[in-house]
């Protein structure tokens, strides 16, 4: 994966030129791994542990309103003490504590520099989660296997024009095969256009009807 990525960077940019790189993610190891795979003589290289998943294993350590807002006061202004304090008794409470709450506190811990990295030097969101989620997964993974790769390819480029913007409709026209005569366009064959019609409410069981389009030939 990081070569890849080391090949599109090179591709864009002039490599020995970048001074910092910015890794946010969930500190999954092989995310992690890219600070070694990018690092050079000539830049710096970190991993911050983005917003969402911070939060998220605050959440996760305790439901008490009261308790989350005391962890990140206590994270967020780097005092382990007392973090490592409240902590403690939140494991040895069974009526504060989750069946999550052991995992979480020690993925905090492990995370602490990278927490701080994100609140305090690079300051800015990390929006792949939500973008897979919502603009991705929900589309296409209601349906486990119901997608051909060559297909599934061709479906995602048209769902990123549309997120961008991209008047797909009129795409769609300027690929095909059109003639004048009469000053009339002639388009063979004729089209129907209303397949790009917006529908009154989302559901993803009509999702083939904006699908199916794309499989025409360009």
């Known amino acids: 994966f990081w070569d890849d990525v080391l090949d599109l960077l090179e591709d864009k940019y002039d490599f020995d030129k970048l001074k910092r ?3 946010l993610g969930d500190g999954a190891s092989w995310i992690k791994a890219g600070v070694s795979a990018l690092k050079t003589a000539n830049n710096d290289v970190t991993f911050s542990l983005d917003r969402f998943h911070y939060r998220q294993s605050i959440n996760r350590i305790s439901s008490n309103p009261d308790i989350k807002a005391m962890l990140i006061d206590y994270v967020e202004n780097d005092d382990k003490h007392n973090f490592n ?10 009526e504060l504590k989750l ?14 520099k990278a927490i701080h990295n994100t609140l305090r030097h690079i300051k800015i969101p990390c929006s792949m989660e939500a973008a897979i989620s919502h603009n991705l997964a929900s589309q296409f ?10 297909n599934l390819s061709i479906y995602l480029n048209h769902r990123m024009h549309y997120l961008n913007h991209i008047d797909l409709r009129k795409l769609y026209i300027d690929s095909r095969s059109f003639s004048k005569a009469n000053h009339q366009v002639i388009m063979d064959p004729s089209i129907d256009l209303s397949i790009f019609e917006s529908k009154n409410r989302y559901d993803k069981s009509f999702t ?9 030939p360009k």
Do not use: G, Q, R
């Open 208 to 216: 083939f009807n904006w699908l199916k389009i794309f499989n025409h």
């Open 99 to 112: 069946k999550s709450t052991h995992d979480n506190i020690k993925y905090l811990k492990n995370h602490w």
């Open 21 to 23: 790189i910015h890794i």
């Open 141 to 150: 993974t209601s349906v486990p296997k119901a997608y051909k790769k060559p």
């Open 85 to 94: 304090e409240l902590t403690k008794l939140i494991e040895n409470d069974s």
